[in-house]
């Protein structure tokens, strides 16, 4: 699986687009490149990113608005605004909407960098399983870079297992995640596990499970 960090740059102006697309790649990201809001969004349903970067006054949909309807489905992905505009009322909007860092233009490209850079370093670090990768921070499970919906306490219990790779986890503490623990209700969740993410979890005989080491 690659491990290219992944990049929406969100940009009308063809010129400017292409000089943060060829910068970027050649500093190793992975960067997909669109010129409108409703793309972007189409964007986002098929791929996790790492980090936007967002123009606002774009076509269908600008970026504020973008990043607003990115911000109330949950999606925490770091973002920046690259624009134009620079009076305070557009500054306050741009950190309403949700953003972490706004750029003026014209901007110093080494300083492009530098900010980047930087938030990636902040990045919560992950457990990459397989095709899984998962977000100790927030604890999130992504899979083949799209996010699985698992239950809290099914989230709980993956998080013992994947964090403690090759090792048993006894029953009483994968109890001790459970509204309503018991034998029965373990194994279903376990069998659930199983099934959505495609692991091998092993059964202890009345002692644990763990998931199997790679």
Known sequence: MST???????????????TLLQLLKSEDYDVTLVDDGEEALDATYNQKFDLYLLDINVPLLNGMDFLKLSRDAGDKTPAFFITALRDLDSLSKAFDSGCDD???KPFDIDELLIRVKAVFKKKSP???YKNIEFDLFEKRVF????EVS?????KAIFTLLITNTGTTINKSSLFDEMLKPSDLALRVLIN???????????NLKSVGYKLEKL
Do not use: F
């Open 4 to 18: 290219l960090k992944k990049i929406l740059l969100l940009e009308d102006d063809e010129i400017l687009a292409q």
């Open 102 to 104: 706004y750029i003026k």
């Open 126 to 128: 992950t457990i990459s």
């Open 143 to 146: 899979q083949d870079a799209k």
């Open 150 to 154: 698992l239950g809290s306490v099914e």
């Open 192 to 202: 659930k596990l199983r099934k959505t993410l495609g692991v091998n979890i092993i």
